[in-house]
């Protein structure tokens, strides 16, 4: 009798074909932990209740290409650098670290390097900690990513490092009908400090999958500000699923801007386990023609006196839909927790739809907590008043999209990356009827 295969067989049997043979045990050992794992694991439907909004039949009825080495396409970044921004570079194609494309200075406190380098030199805190706080158990694409991942950035920080470069991994996909994982590990020493924005692109890249996971550890009193920019042009998919790990006094910020894409899906978890840790969620996400973007957000407060402030912002055009579902838990344990939820949507087209799903669930009595959801369309009459003072309609519009995504910009402590999101901003809407 022939099996017949289903869509997650065929996935998983042309992944087979990347070979990791040559990798250290600890590493093999993972990737068959994760595909017997995926082996209890079914793409999840819409009566999954975590993926109830977002079908992904758009993803999984494909048949991709993989890409087993690095290629030596000669490829021009200069449109995907932030302007005025002095950083580090790092460049990934199609899954795979390129070093002739990354610009790399040397500084002290920190190491930089390719994900697939450090696994194959046995570096210590890889070999104990990979895919400890991205469990493959749960989750099918960590699973999928833990199975196949093929390269990804390693950034480590010294003991009292406070790097004043950011650090600007470009991820770019360039070819069509391609699936990538990589992955990104973060480890923040006591008392360390970085700045890193991740800007995924396509420079073709037409019905291209990308999904990528990062862990990101944090040690006492250190500080880590994540920027995430997707804006990936055409038919392209992508999965991206933060795993965040605070300890004491640590101070956690990700501002997550969600440009464009056909589906996009964040999964943001984090865990505080520590006493007086701070965590920022902000994001921004601006859904046009048939765009899918679903943020996803966990916040789990274990540990007492800690604060936590999430604000999302929406504007969805056209036949777009936007999806926003944070959950909040405050644990027995987790006394003097001062936790604040936001999501905001502007609806600029009939046709175009939010669903806002915020949740507390707190165990805990000597709380601080509130949660909160509007959706709504521009004000016209505010936009009357700019426009007779002599503003143009485009303007007035461009004018109230940008103040009303403010709030979810302020942390963004880069001054050339809030520069770039103003001008995309203004590129869209000011030539918005």
């Known amino acids: 009798m022939i099996k017949e295969l289903t869509k997650k067989d065929m996935l998983i049997e042309s992944l087979n074909e990347l070979d990791f043979s040559n990798e250290p045990q600890f590493a093999l050992d993972l990737r068959a932990n994760a595909k017997s794992a995926l082996e209890n694991l079914e793409f999840p439907t819409s009566k999954t209740e975590y993926w109830k909004y977002t079908r992904i039949g758009k993803i999984i009825n494909r048949t991709y290409g993989i890409q087993h ?110 699936i990538s994982n990589t992955r990104t590990i973060v480890k923040a020493h006591d008392n360390s400090s970085v700045k890193i924005l991740e800007s995924f692109v396509n420079l073709q890249g037409n019905e291209s999958f990308t999904n990528n996971v990062s862990e990101i550890f944090m040690n006492p009193n250190s500080q880590v500000e994540y920027n995430k920019i997707q804006n990936k042009e055409g038919e392209s998919y992508q999965i991206s699923t933060e795993q965040v790990y605070q300890r004491k006094d640590s101070n956690f910020t990700i501002n997550t801007i969600t ?98 799903k915020p949740e507390l669930e707190i165990y805990a009595n000597d709380v601080k907590c509130s949660h909160g959801s509007t959706t709504g369309q521009l004000d016209k009459e505010a936009i009357f008043y700019l426009q007779a003072r002599g503003v143009s309609k485009k303007t007035a519009t461009n004018m109230m999209i940008n103040a009303f995504v403010k709030d979810a910009t302020d942390n963004i402590s880069i001054p050339a990356l809030k520069n770039y999101i103003d001008t995309k901003i203004d590129t869209r809407f000011g030539n918005k009827n």
């Open 69 to 178: 080495e690095p290629s030596n396409s000669n490829i021009d970044i200069s449109s995907y650098l932030i302007p005025e921004l002095d950083a580090n570079i790092i460049v990934l194609v199609n899954g795979f670290y390129r070093e002739d494309l990354s610009k790399i200075e040397t500084e002290n406190g920190i190491k930089i390097s390719s994900l697939k380098s450090v696994i194959s030199q046995s570096d210590s805190f890889i070999k104990d900690h990979l895919g400890e706080i991205a469990k493959v158990e749960n989750e099918l694409f960590i699973a999928l990513n833990t199975l196949c991942f093929t390269d990804g950035v390693y950034i480590d920080l010294d003991k009292n490092a406070v790097i004043e470069k950011p650090i600007h991994i470009i991820n770019i996909t360039n070819s069509n009908n391609l």
């Open 259 to 356: 440009l464009q894409g056909t589906l996009v899906r964040n999964n943001l978890n984090i865990e505080v386990q520590g006493e007086g840790c701070e965590t920022n969620l902000n994001g921004i996400y601006l859904g046009k023609d048939k765009n899918h973007i679903d943020n996803h957000t966990i916040v789990d407060h274990i540990k007492p006196n800690c604060n936590s402030n999430e604000v999302y912002k929406g504007v969805l055009d056209d036949n777009s839909v936007g999806v926003f579902n944070g959950k909040v838990f405050v644990r027995p344990d987790a006394q003097k927790t001062n936790a604040y939820q936001q999501n905001n949507n502007i609806l600029l087209n009939d046709n175009a739809v939010i669903n806002s």
